[in-house]
């Protein structure tokens, strides 16, 4: 039986193209978690951004509390939120909050950011991001104790105060990053590594022995950009337009390097062909992840997007029925 948990992965776009109210998305969205959990689904993954005419979700913890409510066994975790635009002491307290309330159904993921934007509005500096997330995730693991804090560093300073409650299951943290040093950091200081797209498996491994841990030790949360489907070229094709806005406002925003220097993709299938998506039908899924698994036995949880910005919930739940029907039996 395979151990790895596969769920859903949603940013709750809502892009002006392709307009919904976000009330009826949002209560569409809730009751598709709840459907895919019965389907076999086991986790569900939320992540953050600030200031996007799209919607980009800003709250995810608080969605992840309304996950919370409407499942029983799914896990719920974050990939990613942007720890250096947030209190330590307030973020430790509202995931101690929401793992209590979840029966410690939740990990917290965690990123360094790099939109200038979010950076200024919050009164952060781009420059202070390693010292922002190694002082952050020292914080929230103390408060987590139940036992006063003292911390002093750099940029934060918590005295003799106790954070309660205190979580009774603590929370994973699990951190993410495309570049070697923030992949270093995870194998350093993390409970695991969030992998866009498989990016950077190897390093966090050998990061791994090179911090005096095993290998064995390690925990790889993938983000997985295939797009599964009986016809996988025909469902690129449907939803090429919601791919292609997808990837090209990451690289707008520098996800994926400088975006003075980082052309955008023209077309869908050239994002599609030269970005981090996969097009798999059933049998070259089971055999992808077959092999992934195998070959990284670190790895506890791969998600799919659960649909692309714009796409119809309908149209995603489509894909979630396929996999749940013709992947997921094969992989356990």
């Known amino acids: 039986m395979s151990s790895v948990n596969f769920g859903l992965w949603y940013d709750f776009r809502n892009p002006q193209q392709w307009p919904r109210q976000f009330d009826h998305f949002y209560a569409d969205c809730l009751e598709q978690i709840s459907w895919a959990e019965s389907l076999g689904f086991a986790s569900t993954w939320l992540t953050e951004h600030h200031f996007c005419e799209d919607g980009y979700t800003p709250s995810p913890l608080v969605i992840a509390a309304a996950i919370g409510a409407r499942t029983s066994t799914m896990r719920m975790g974050t990939n990613l939120m942007l720890l250096p635009l947030h209190d330590p002491v307030r973020m430790a307290e509202d995931a101690a909050t929401l793992s209590l309330l979840t029966s410690g159904r939740f990990d917290l993921g965690l990123g360094i950011g790099y939109r200038q934007l979010e950076f200024d509005q919050f009164q952060r500096q781009l420059k202070h991001r ?112 919601h791919v292609l806005y997808q990837v090209n406002e990451y690289i707008k925003w520098g996800a994926f390097g400088p975006p003075d220097s980082t052309p955008l993709f023209e077309d869908a299938p050239t994002a599609i062909e030269n970005g981090l998506y996969e097009l798999w039908d059933a049998d070259r899924a089971v055999a992808e992840l077959s092999g992934l698994i195998k070959n990284y036995p670190q790895i506890s949880d791969i998600h799919f997007w659960a649909q692309f910005p714009g796409e119809s919930v309908e149209s995603g739940s489509q894909r979630l029925q396929y996999i749940a029907d013709k992947v997921l039996p094969r992989l356990s």
């Open 130 to 241: 390693p010292s922002l997330v190694e002082e952050g995730i020292e914080i929230i693991r103390r408060s987590w104790t139940g036992q006063p804090v003292n911390f002093a560093g750099k940029r934060f300073t918590v005295g003799d105060l106790a954070v309660t409650p205190a979580p009774i299951d603590k929370p994973k943290i699990l951190l993410g990053g495309m570049v070697e040093p923030a992949i270093d950091r995870a194998a350093r200081i993390a409970d695991g590594f969030l992998s866009t797209g498989g990016i950077g498996m190897d390093i966090y491994c050998d990061a791994l022995e090179k911090h005096g841990k095993q290998r064995s030790d390690g925990n790889i949360v993938l983000g997985c950009w295939a797009i599964i489907a009986e016809d996988p070229e025909k469902e690129a094709a449907k939803i090429g337009d």
